[in-house]
């Protein structure tokens, strides 16, 4: 069955030891909705009306981790604006700016564009009202320990990463080996353009791990998903977790507006 191949894990930052739940205890669970009853206080529904608790959520995952087809489905199912590093360069390039210029240059050779470009980029992004109103998916940002540092001095700081892990042999047969230099940022290829000293060997990383080294202050859900697990498969154990994360949100409001 797809779902067996599918481990799920919390960490949460008082917890940063992940703990594997099953994926029977997970499915077997009941979705409650959010409805509001008529019993609520006056105070609680004009805090309501004034503003919904909606997601922040930091995505991760390698190439042909099926993070693509994850973000589509999560923002529709959240009505999240997705917030994707890699098409806001590339719109900047488009627009012919002097910062989609100079991005263009390290994006052709693979490279990391430099933070004060991509920093606030995102930053400007996530500052528009409809993310705040609407919540977000960042996708493809931080990738690396400093990306994620500038966002929370900004005061961006997500309710959840998610991180789709792909096991190291599945990656490699589905796609290129990829690997960042979490210090100099650069970007080689295990077989095709190695590293040149042991010593960078060592420390070479899979994007998707600069974030894990960042240590988030926010719950991180990792989802290792093995070659045979469905995408509804892998959703539906987000979405579980998303679910529970929105009604603990909203529940802490209505405590407060009580
Ligand atoms: N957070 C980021 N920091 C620096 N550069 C980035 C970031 N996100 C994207 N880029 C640049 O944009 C390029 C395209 O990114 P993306 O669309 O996510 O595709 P890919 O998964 O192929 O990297 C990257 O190769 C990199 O040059």
């Not at 503003?51 to 959520?57: M, N, R, Y």
């Not at 009202?129 to 005061?155: I, V």
Request: glycine share 6%.
């Amino acid at each position: 069955m797809a779902c067996c191949s599918l481990n799920f894990q919390v960490v949460s930052s008082s917890n940063p030891k992940p703990s594997t739940l099953s994926t029977s205890s997970l499915f077997g669970r009941r979705r409650c909705g959010i409805n509001r009853s008529p019993s609520y206080s006056k105070s609680l529904v004009l805090a309501s009306a004034k503003k919904q608790e909606t997601l922040k959520i930091m995505i991760s995952g390698a190439p042909a981790s099926g993070k693509g087809t994850q973000c589509e489905l999560i923002t529709k199912k959240y009505g999240l604006v997705h917030i994707a590093a890699g098409d806001l360069l590339r719109a900047e390039i488009v627009a012919g700016t002097e910062n989609g210029r100079r991005a263009k240059e390290y994006m052709e050779k693979g490279q990391l564009v430099p933070n004060e470009i991509v920093v606030m980029m995102v930053k400007d992004r996530l500052s528009q009202p409809d993310s705040d109103e609407k919540g977000w998916l960042l996708d493809g940002y931080p990738r690396s320990s400093s990306q994620a540092t500038a966002l929370k001095e900004f005061g961006f700081q997500p309710d959840i990463f998610i991180l789709l892990e792909v096991p190291e042999e599945i990656l490699v047969e589905r796609v290129v080996g990829r690997r960042l230099d979490p210090v100099t940022g650069k970007i080689y290829h295990i077989k095709y353009s190695p590293p040149e000293t042991e010593e960078i060997a060592a420390r070479l990383t899979q994007r998707k791990a600069a974030f894990e080294h960042s240590s988030p202050k926010c719950r991180v859900s990792a989802f290792i998903v093995d070659g045979s697990a469905s995408k509804e498969a892998v959703f539906a154990h987000i979405d579980r977790e998303l679910t529970k994360l929105l009604e603990q949100k909203r529940g802490k409001l209505k405590s407060m507006a009580a």
